[in-house]
């Protein structure tokens, strides 16, 4: 399934063997850019059906802070949620600022995000991978015509696509795989 976008849509599709599919995309004439640690972190609070979402990279540098109106139970970065997104810098500041409001419970994913470039597609095509503690993504947002293009150059047309967020992925995968859920989503931990 693929999300739309106001100028395309957003697949995102597991892999299974991300190297493979890295040695095409260069054969293909697309370079690696740049490689980022990502790390976001989910603060709610009992009872409330308010969220907020911060992420930021390694250093700390936040790139956004969005706040969420709806259950957490129910949310999906697609459907039924009433989302505001900040941009922002100092992390300290609002971490300080959200933990003597009622925001005490907190959840984090980790994940690295490695993206793509082809000069001959320009802005038209993006390519990102994401490697989360769980599994491999291949994120491509672009007209509909060129995702589909480059998925079967890549041999992914009929690859299993993502429909939901990265939570709910985890949820899903450790539901398959009878693996008891941990609260944060990190790299190394047990």
């Known amino acids: 399934m693929s999300r739309r976008l106001l100028d395309g849509i957003e697949t995102k599709v597991l892999i299974e063997q991300k190297r493979e599919i890295q040695m095409k995309l260069l054969s293909l004439g697309w370079e690696i ?50 989302s505001y997104v900040v941009q922002f810098g100092d992390i300290k500041k609002i971490r300080e600022a959200l933990s003597m409001s009622d925001f005490s419970n907190q959840r984090v994913l980790e994940f690295f995000q490695q993206a793509w470039m082809n000069e001959s597609y320009g802005n038209d095509l993006n390519v990102i991978f994401e490697m989360l503690p769980f599994a491999n993504i291949l994120r491509i947002r672009g007209t509909s015509q060129k995702v589909e293009e480059l998925l079967e150059h890549l041999d992914l047309i009929y690859a299993e696509r993502l429909d939901c967020n990265y939570w709910t992925a985890y949820e899903n995968f450790c539901k398959v795989n009878s693996i008891v859920e941990r609260q944060n989503i990190e790299f190394g931990s047990n």
Do not use: A
Not at 68 to 75: E, K, L, Q
């Open 33 to 82: 850019q740049d490689l980022v640690s990502k790390r976001e972190e989910r603060l709610f609070s009992d009872g409330d059906s308010t969220r907020v979402i911060l992420k930021t990279d390694k250093n700390n540098r936040t790139s956004s802070m969005q706040v969420d109106v709806d259950s957490m139970n129910s949310i999906d970065e697609r459907n039924g949620c009433c």
